[in-house]
């Protein structure tokens, strides 16, 4: 069975760092790009970042809204994909998701973790 | 920057059918998903590649994406179809964008 488990989300004030996890099983997690995606408190989704398998590059992509203060990593070793979020911003306060995104997949999340909830206030 | 829109909200009623459009300059030239979001859940995909339905997503659910707009169709609408959705259009240069979600009501 696939799973993703996002961990490290909470209570950060503005202007500081967090580091969220996402532990997958299941699949073999190497052969994958993985996905980080928001949601705002009653809003829609909002894409973050992907990055690809080492197979294709290993690369990662940020939306505009966040490039510069993001960084997303995996250690294949561990099965783990990363988010690093630097200067928080009180807007970044959202459920975060992390998403498996097939390569060849035409852009399509097809496995959702349940999401941990950051929340960014002094 | 690239950007999709959708109507905020549909009704239907049981057993009817649903449609909902996402509508972007040029989305038929792009590969577009539809998710599912119920109250309090992790979104669920339930059209890839345009039209394409994951195992396990009911026949019902149907889309298409030509010219300007894409559309997810639900047939047969059943009152478990109540929820968000939300249609997101991926190609090599606009990396992904999500439209604002569609609430469907079965009334």
Redo the contacts between chains.
């Keep these: 069975e696939v799973q993703l488990v996002e961990s490290g989300g909470g209570l950060v004030q503005p202007g500081r760092s967090l580091r969220l996890s996402c532990t997958v099983s299941g699949f073999t997690f190497g052969d994958y790009a993985m996905s980080w995606v928001r949601q705002a408190p009653g809003k829609g989704l909002e894409w973050v970042g992907f990055i690809r398998s080492k197979g294709y590059g290993g690369t990662a992509v940020y939306a505009a809204s966040v490039k510069g203060r993001i960084t997303i990593s995996r250690d294949d070793s561990k099965s783990i994909a990363y988010l690093q979020m630097n200067s928080l911003r009180t807007e970044d306060t959202a459920v975060y998701y992390c998403t498996r995104a097939p390569e060849g997949g035409y852009g399509m999340f097809d496995y959702w973790g349940q999401g941990t909830l950051v929340t960014v206030s002094s | 920057?690239y950007e999709v829109t959708q109507p905020p909200s549909v009704s239907v009623s049981p057993g009817q059918t649903a449609s909902i459009t996402c509508s972007g300059d040029k989305l038929g030239d792009k590969?577009v998903?539809w998710?599912q979001?119920r109250p309090g859940q992790?979104?669920?995909?339930v059209i890839?590649?345009d039209s394409k339905r994951?195992s396990g997503i009911p026949e019902r659910f149907s889309g298409s994406n030509s010219g300007n707009t894409a559309t997810l169709t639900i047939s047969g609408t059943q009152a478990m179809d109540e929820a968000?959705y939300?249609c997101?259009?991926?190609?090599s240069n606009i990396?992904?964008?999500?439209?604002?979600?569609t609430k469907v009501t079965v009334l």
């Design positions: 920057s590969h998903c998710y979001q992790s979104p669920v995909v890839y590649q994951p968000d939300y997101q259009a991926w190609d990396a992904y964008v999500f439209g604002a979600g």
